[in-house]
């Protein structure tokens, strides 16, 4: 209880009047989050749910958890992949050479974020909120690991102030900050988020970990299979698509440890079943009517383990703050979105990586699709007046 | 045979201390009050002075706007106090009980002789009209509403929750709440709603009512959910709700003349050294009524009700008009919990599976305290609500209709339809941890000022 007497001996300079009231809200913060609170309730219900949003997010984190150190073993794979040198590289040789490409990514992705989070709540006098915890991992996920680290400060302040902050903060935003900062870059400096393997693997040895990456071979100058099919070339399946040792954003190559994050999730009830099925039946759906057609030579199922299409269906669309909150309106959003990210890749050779659109657009029109199931309920309560 | 609704949505939260089926006795209680603010809504006058001496169901108040519903003394003895609060709002007028109860003789009369306006006019001279509810506003009705309908509920289904058939054990209550329920059914159609598990014949044998039971958890006993499902009250309508107590209370005033509030409360709570049954006069002081049966071992929070809807109180309080229980829960403000972000916390209760609650199964019982455990934030998950409000009504959108006083979606989303403790039980599943109960009041109370 040592630490509990001395949070609470240095909680006066914290308060208004005190020396170092300015961070007041980063005291709370760190206070709530080293032990739960012990306000209890002043009026309605005494007792409460454990579950709270700390908790919320946290578990979120964890089911990203495989996803990111699986990807942090891809990168250490990819680079020595590119290098002709997969003979000589060791497992844990790969690993940390993939954290420690990663690591200063998610350091910045979560100082900038936080550290703009930790301001503004000082600002507006409210409690820090948790939101961005999940925003910080998903973002360095979500884009190439030889992202220059300047470009992902920038994005990172672009989307957590505007698309997060002026909108009133976690809970009140419409687009998933994470997708705005992927956004923000794909616009912005498009030649460091697609193209060929300078973007997508990590080609300078670190610490004396990995290899500098020479010459390419020939024939492994285009990088991701999206990439390839972007360019008219035949990319027969291959269950590196399905394990994840393929080069592209950090999190999404590994079907598997995303399936792990689903169930994760899924258990937990924090993501909705329901959001994620139908991202994945809409995909799968605008696949097969594609391959009927003929616009389209694969099978519906390989759209939908390339490229960001299962990690954002499971990470990305149900974020339940920027998806349909009715129950409704999960099945239309997530078919919506899934249909759309292949549409988007099929008929726009331009953006071979259709999901990120996908889900921005299905944030977009979530409000709206909400607005029809709830003013289908509002019209059945007229009716019921009308009808007296 | 009657007519079963099936509920789904809802939750049983299990807690330690319910109330065994056993009598307990309480202590002898001389101090009194009957305050104001049991009776949502209402603007009371004050009609006694102190040192006046009143009888068992002389007024001690009336509606202000409606004086002719007056509010009846629960027992007689000598008005002690009138106590005010902020803005000389009227808290309590307290008494000191007579040795000897004396009653106030109305006279006796038959319901099922009388028409809608002989029944009002007996409740309304006795001091009891103003125990009838009405929605919408979940407010103390008057007596110019017109009711299209009167709904009971004899299921009190919420944690710690005294169970109604107690109350039928004693021997006149059974014919006292069939009188009751007759002279109810003089003014309007009665709906009964019986849980699945009540058994007492003057439940399901009950005359004058149309009886429905209703089958699922917590909160199918709620009276606002029962209406939603039988008779959705639409704009410009209203519906009276009646506690079942009171229904017994208004069937002792036909039957002997009397006005005698003298109820089954339970007493219960993992606070409480000794749980049961205790048969008490509205008002009376909690602290007289539990004597020494509050355990002292860690900070306690008494309840002037169950854990989900009840009022915080002291032993220096008075059971609220009603109060069907007292409950005593550990207040949790001296416990410090380390990282609850990410410890597995197995004595914690969860809906949610990212705790263990689930592993433990239905049989065990929880022993919560009074701490939110979280901060308040704004509405992140979907779908919390309607999960535990089994209403043709969605609780989110109805909620942010209120936060931002959009009175026209309100009224669409059908706020004439809910009253605070429908949600209750939203309140304790919320992540946000906002305070639903309140912000379901404010948006009533507001949109009856509107309105008036």
């Known amino acids: ?131 961005y915890l999940v925003s910080g991992i998903l973002i360095p996920l979500i884009l190439p690991v030889t992202i220059p680290l300047w470009m992902l400060a920038l994005a990172v302040a672009f989307s957590v102030i505007f698309a997060k902050e002026i909108f009133g903060g976690t809970g009140m935003n419409i687009f998933n900050p994470a997708l705005v900062a992927r956004a923000f870059l794909f616009f912005s400096y498009p030649s460091k988020m697609t193209g060929d393997i300078s973007v997508w693997v990590s080609q300078k040895s670190i610490c004396g970990l990995g290899f500098n990456v020479g010459q390419i071979p020939d024939g492994l100058t285009t990088a991701t299979p999206l990439g390839q099919m972007a360019q008219g070339a035949a990319v027969p399946f291959n269950t590196d698509w399905v394990t994840g040792l393929i080069p592209g954003s950090v999190g999404e190559t590994s079907i598997i440890a995303i399936a792990i994050g689903a169930v994760i999730l899924l258990w937990c009830g924090i993501a909705s079943w329901k959001t994620m099925l139908s991202v994945f039946v809409g995909g799968g759906v605008l696949g097969a009517i594609f391959n009927a057609t003929g616009s389209l030579s694969l099978p519906w199922y390989d759209y939908l383990t390339l490229g960001g299409f299962a990690f954002g269906a499971v990470f990305m669309a149900t974020d339940p703050v920027t998806s349909a909150r009715t129950e409704t309106g999960k099945w239309i959003y997530g078919f919506l979105i899934g249909a759309m990210a292949v549409i988007v890749r099929v008929l726009n050779a331009g953006y071979p990586e259709g999901m990120m659109l996908a889900i921005l657009l299905g944030n977009m029109f979530a409000p709206l699709i909400d607005y029809c199931v709830v003013e289908r309920n509002i019209s059945k309560r007229a009716n019921r007046l009308k009808n007296k | 045979m009657v007519n079963v609704i099936k509920l789904h949505k809802g939750l049983d939260i299990r807690l330690k201390g319910a109330a065994e089926d056993s009598t307990f006795s309480a202590g002898t209680v001389s101090h009194y009050a009957l305050q104001p603010g049991s009776f949502v809504g209402l603007t009371p006058k004050v009609v006694v002075k102190v040192g006046d001496k009143v009888l068992a169901g002389d007024p001690l108040f009336v509606n202000k706007q409606c004086p002719e519903v007056r509010f009846a003394s629960p027992v007689s003895g000598t008005v002690t106090a009138v106590v005010r609060g902020d803005r000389r709002k009227v808290l309590a007028v307290e008494i000191d009980a007579d040795a000897e109860q004396k009653y106030h003789d109305f006279g006796k009369s038959d319901p099922a002789a009388l028409d809608a306006e002989g029944v009002k006019k007996v409740l309304l001279e006795g001091g009891l009209f103003g125990f009838i509810n009405q929605l919408p506003y979940a407010v103390s009705t008057t007596p110019d509403t017109a009711p299209k309908a009167i709904f009971v509920s004899a299921l009190r289904d919420m944690p710690l929750s005294a169970d109604f058939e107690m109350e039928l054990k004693e021997p006149s209550a059974a014919s006292d709440f069939q009188c009751g329920l007759t002279a109810l059914s003089r003014i309007a159609p009665v709906h009964l709603g019986v849980g699945r598990h009540q058994q007492a014949g003057a439940l399901l044998n009950a005359r004058d009512v149309d009886i429905n039971v209703f089958d699922g958890p917590c909160p199918a006993g709620n009276v606002g959910v029962q209406v939603n499902n039988i008779d959705p009250v639409n704009k410009g309508e209203v519906v009276w709700t009646v506690d079942p107590t009171a229904v017994i209370f208004f069937g002792h005033l036909f039957n002997t003349g009397n006005v005698d509030m003298t109820r089954t409360i339970a007493v219960a709570g993992s606070e409480m050294k000794q749980t049961g049954y205790a048969r008490v006069k509205v008002g009376a002081k909690i602290g007289e009524v539990l004597g020494d049966n509050v355990k002292t071992d860690r900070h306690v929070r008494l309840l ?149």
């Not at chain 1, 590289?89 to 790969?94: H, K, L």
């Not at chain 2, 599976?353 to 065990?364: A, K």
């Not at chain 2, 706020?415 to 304790?428: N, T």
Request: aromatic share 12%; with cysteine.
């Open chain 1, 1 to 131: 209880m040592s630490l509990r007497n001395y949070l609470d001996k240095i909680r006066p300079k914290f308060e208004e009047g005190g020396k170092l009231h300015a961070f007041k809200s980063v005291y709370d913060g760190f206070d709530s989050f080293l032990y739960v609170p012990s306000e209890t309730s002043k009026s309605g219900a005494s007792i409460h749910d454990a579950i709270d949003s700390k908790r919320i997010m946290s578990i979120v984190v964890i089911a990203v958890l495989p996803a990111m150190l699986f990807g942090m073993y891809n990168i250490g794979y990819q680079n020595a992949v590119y290098a002709g040198k997969l003979a000589d590289a060791t497992f844990w040789g790969m690993f940390f050479y993939g954290f420690l490409a990663l690591l200063p990514n998610i350091l910045v992705s979560y100082i900038v974020g936080l550290g703009i989070e930790f301001a503004w709540a000082q600002w507006k006098k409210e409690e820090i909120q948790e939101g």
């Open chain 2, 304 to 452: 002037d009700g169950n854990p989900l809807t009840g009022c915080k109180t002291t032993a220096d309080g008075y059971l609220g008009a009603h109060t069907s229980e007292i409950t005593a829960i550990p207040e949790g403000d001296d416990v410090n919990e380390f990282a609850g972000w990410i410890m597995p916390r197995l004595k914690d209760f969860s809906t949610s599976h990212s705790y263990f609650s689930w592993l433990f199964g239905r049989s065990r019982k929880y022993d919560l305290d009074a701490r939110i455990k979280g901060g308040e934030r704004h509405m992140i998950m979907s779908g919390e609500y309607d999960r535990v409000l089994p209403m043709d009504i969605y609780g989110e959108y109805l909620i942010k209709a209120i936060i931002t006083g959009d009175i026209d979606k309100q009224e669409q989303l059908g706020i004439y339809e809910v009253s605070p403790e429908d949600f209750a039980l939203a309140e304790f599943v919320d992540s946000s941890k906002l305070p639903l109960q309140q912000i379901v009041r404010q948006g009533l109370d507001t949109l009856r000022k509107e309105n008036a």
